[in-house]
């Protein structure tokens, strides 16, 4: 039996945030650049607690997100994602340290590619990912987006 998918549209600082999913989780959380997106009046009950805690980690008062994901991808991107998870809010490590966490220095392109193809924006926290020389670099939500997103997770 396939479940409905269900779409809704917040308005971020960072712009308008696709969500998507259904009672058995979502399925992505994206930002868009889509001028003519406006958010949705009314969100589906299976959407409403991701808006809000999207809302909330934005409004700086949640660090962490308690949300039921459905996951799709490769065994080897959904290793890259669960450890993208256990990096904390306010923290960030290296491609080179993310490749090193899942056990091959090697992997360290795939990883990225990985990284970079996380249907989960801000939830599995990609944007933490950066340079071995701590610069910021890859973001397919673009590179201002990731300096404000690591900007707003500083404890400084």
């Given at each position: 039996m396939i479940m409905e998918l269900y779409q809704a549209y917040i308005q971020t600082p960072l712009g308008i945030t696709a969500i998507k999913g259904n009672e058995h989780?979502?399925?992505?959380v994206s930002v868009r650049d889509d001028k003519n997106l406006v958010p949705t009046e009314v969100l589906p009950d299976s959407l409403a607690t991701a808006a809000i805690?999207?809302?909330e980690y934005f409004a700086g008062k949640r660090t962490t997100f308690e949300l039921q994901l459905n996951i799709r991808g490769t065994d080897f991107q959904?290793?890259?994602w669960q450890e993208l998870l256990r990096?904390?809010?306010?923290?960030?490590?290296s491609y080179l340290e993310l490749?090193?966490?899942l056990?091959?220095?090697?992997?360290i392109r795939a990883a990225a590619a990985a990284n970079g193809q996380n249907p989960f924006w801000i939830v599995v926290p990609c944007h933490r990912v950066i340079g071995s020389d701590g610069s910021l670099t890859g973001y397919a939500g673009g590179l201002?987006?990731?300096?404000w997103l690591l900007e707003h997770e500083s404890p400084y």
């Open positions: 989780g979502l399925t992505s805690q999207l809302q959904k290793s890259v990096i904390p809010y306010g923290k960030t490590i490749a090193r966490r056990g091959d220095v090697k992997s201002w987006r990731k300096k």
